[in-house]
């Protein structure tokens, strides 16, 4: 019998072997890059679930799920939005249909040493402490995939920054991209002895976009090298920056296909329903309102109704959420008749009521308003319910 004995198999022109073999007990490892799933540790990084509207300004949670967009010493706020993804782009024949974009406003101050804007993604510490890294070996990566589209020409920075323990960070660069132009980044970061993540519900690492950060958060001694693990440090964010972006007024910056998963290759996106990624997105955040509307819109439908059911008396009513929230979370009451009003609403009686919530759980809690009410009145609300890292 034939046997052929190899510690590897690697194509021509390829840097990394598809097949390694263990030389000990012949066991083997393969670079599959099929559709395999349960392996993307980013929620929502197709872009499709956006529950709380497709453009705002807000600094903050504003727009696609689980990305948190921040800025502060800009002359005009940025905006961030959900895109639709046009049919002759490369991540189309992929199969996206959305992406987050950011618009910057006209900076006509220059980029000040103060002035930042970037994109947050929070990944839960228990995700990444049971993803299957061994995160604390330099032997073991994980890595992160992405596209992105820039409308000026130039090089950006993000990091990689564990937040257990002594925080630390790896700051990497997407190359110069073209304008106009959508690339494929891809970035594999191996373990550190001096990493922790703790096995619990908090944060255990942030993914962050620096569309730009001035000068008090950057400098080029050495101390905020690419490509090496270091010390966290808010004032050293990486190297100066290319300021063109920041300065072109309304200039955009597009991003699509988040994936972050165990190993030192980027396989295919692992596309997921429209269902999946929603049920997914709502651990952090969920709404009572139909998923295209924002909250605080004055309707009835998909309202939460009850009958007064004390006299003399306060009405209660217990809400329930749609799925387990991470932690106990922040819930805001809407009125079902006024827009942007945080009052619910006697149907009856015509009157808006003020609201309170109580006895508050991951999976719910009391909703009750201090006004007597008359029994059997139908009393109506909508809600949000925010427990985002």
Same mark, same amino acid.
């Given at each position: 019998?034939?046997?052929?004995?190899v510690?590897?198999?690697?194509?021509?022109? %390829?840097?990394? %072997?598809?097949?390694?073999?263990?030389n000990?007990?012949?066991?083997?490892?393969?670079?599959?890059?099929?559709?395999?799933?349960?392996?993307?540790?980013?929620?929502?990084?197709?872009?499709?679930?956006?529950?709380?509207g497709?453009?705002?300004?807000?600094?903050?949670y504003?727009?696609?799920?689980?990305?948190?967009?921040g800025?502060?010493?800009?002359?005009?706020?940025?905006?961030?939005s959900?895109?639709d993804i046009?049919?002759?782009d490369?991540?189309?024949?992929?199969g996206?249909?959305k992406a987050?974009?950011?618009?910057?406003?006209?900076?006509t101050?220059?980029?000040?040493?103060?002035?930042y804007?970037?994109?947050?993604?929070?990944?839960? %510490?228990?995700?990444?402490?049971?993803s299957?890294w061994n995160?604390?070996?330099?032997?073991?990566?994980?890595?992160?995939?992405?596209?992105i589209?820039?409308?000026?020409?130039?090089?950006?920075?993000?990091?990689?920054?564990?937040?257990?323990g002594?925080?630390?960070?790896?700051?990497?660069?997407?190359?110069?991209l073209?304008?106009?132009t959508?690339?494929?980044?891809?970035?594999?970061?191996?373990?550190?002895?001096?990493?922790t993540?703790?096995?619990?519900?908090?944060?255990?690492?942030?993914?962050?976009?620096?569309?730009?950060?001035g000068?008090n958060?950057?400098?080029?001694?050495?101390?905020?090298?690419?490509?090496?693990?270091?010390?966290?440090?808010?004032?050293?964010?990486s190297?100066?920056q290319?300021?063109?972006?920041?300065?072109?007024?309304?200039?955009?910056?597009?991003l699509?296909g988040?994936?972050?998963?165990?190993?030192?290759?980027?396989?295919?996106?692992?596309?997921?329903?429209?269902?999946q990624?929603?049920?997914?997105?709502?651990?952090?955040?969920?709404?009572?309102?139909?998923?295209?509307?924002?909250?605080g819109?004055?309707?009835?439908?998909?309202?939460?109704?009850w009958?007064?059911?004390?006299?003399?008396?306060?009405?209660?009513?217990?809400?329930?959420?749609?799925?387990?929230?991470?932690?106990?979370?922040?819930?805001?009451?809407?009125?079902?008749?006024?827009?942007?009003?945080?009052?619910?609403?006697?149907?009856?009686?015509?009157?808006?009521?003020?609201?309170?919530?109580?006895?508050?759980?991951?999976?719910?809690?009391?909703?009750?308003?201090?006004?007597?009410?008359?029994?059997?009145?139908?009393?109506?609300?909508?809600?949000?319910?925010?427990?985002e890292?």
């Amino acid at each position: 019998m034939s046997e052929i004995k190899v510690n590897s198999i690697k194509g021509v022109a %390829a840097s990394a %072997a598809a097949i390694t073999v263990n030389n000990t007990d012949g066991t083997c490892t393969a670079n599959i890059t099929n559709n395999l799933s349960n392996r993307n540790l980013i929620i929502n990084g197709a872009m499709q679930v956006a529950q709380r509207g497709t453009s705002n300004t807000t600094n903050g949670y504003g727009t696609v799920d689980r990305y948190y967009m921040g800025y502060s010493g800009t002359d005009e706020a940025p905006t961030q939005s959900q895109i639709d993804i046009g049919t002759s782009d490369t991540p189309y024949t992929l199969g996206f249909r959305k992406a987050f974009r950011v618009t910057n406003g006209n900076q006509t101050s220059g980029a000040g040493a103060a002035d930042y804007i970037f994109m947050n993604y929070s990944i839960e %510490a228990q995700d990444l402490a049971n993803s299957g890294w061994n995160y604390t070996s330099s032997s073991s990566n994980i890595t992160l995939s992405f596209w992105i589209r820039s409308s000026v020409a130039q090089n950006f920075f993000l990091q990689f920054h564990t937040r257990d323990g002594t925080e630390r960070v790896y700051t990497f660069e997407t190359g110069a991209l073209t304008a106009d132009t959508w690339t494929k980044v891809t970035k594999t970061f191996p373990g550190s002895s001096l990493i922790t993540i703790d096995n619990d519900n908090g944060q255990g690492a942030i993914i962050t976009m620096n569309y730009f950060f001035g000068q008090n958060y950057t400098n080029s001694d050495g101390s905020a090298a690419s490509n090496v693990w270091r010390s966290y440090g808010d004032s050293v964010k990486s190297a100066d920056q290319t300021t063109t972006w920041y300065t072109t007024n309304d200039a955009t910056l597009d991003l699509v296909g988040f994936q972050l998963e165990v190993g030192s290759v980027a396989t295919d996106f692992e596309h997921r329903s429209f269902a999946q990624e929603l049920k997914l997105c709502e651990r952090y955040f969920e709404k009572s309102y139909n998923h295209s509307v924002v909250p605080g819109t004055a309707t009835d439908a998909g309202l939460v109704m009850w009958l007064a059911n004390r006299n003399p008396g306060l009405p209660h009513v217990s809400l329930r959420f749609k799925t387990s929230k991470r932690a106990n979370p922040t819930v805001t009451i809407y009125n079902t008749n006024v827009a942007d009003s945080n009052t619910l609403r006697d149907k009856d009686a015509s009157a808006n009521l003020t609201p309170a919530v109580n006895r508050l759980g991951t999976e719910g809690g009391t909703v009750y308003t201090s006004t007597s009410v008359a029994l059997g009145n139908f009393l109506a609300y909508h809600y949000t319910a925010e427990s985002e890292l």
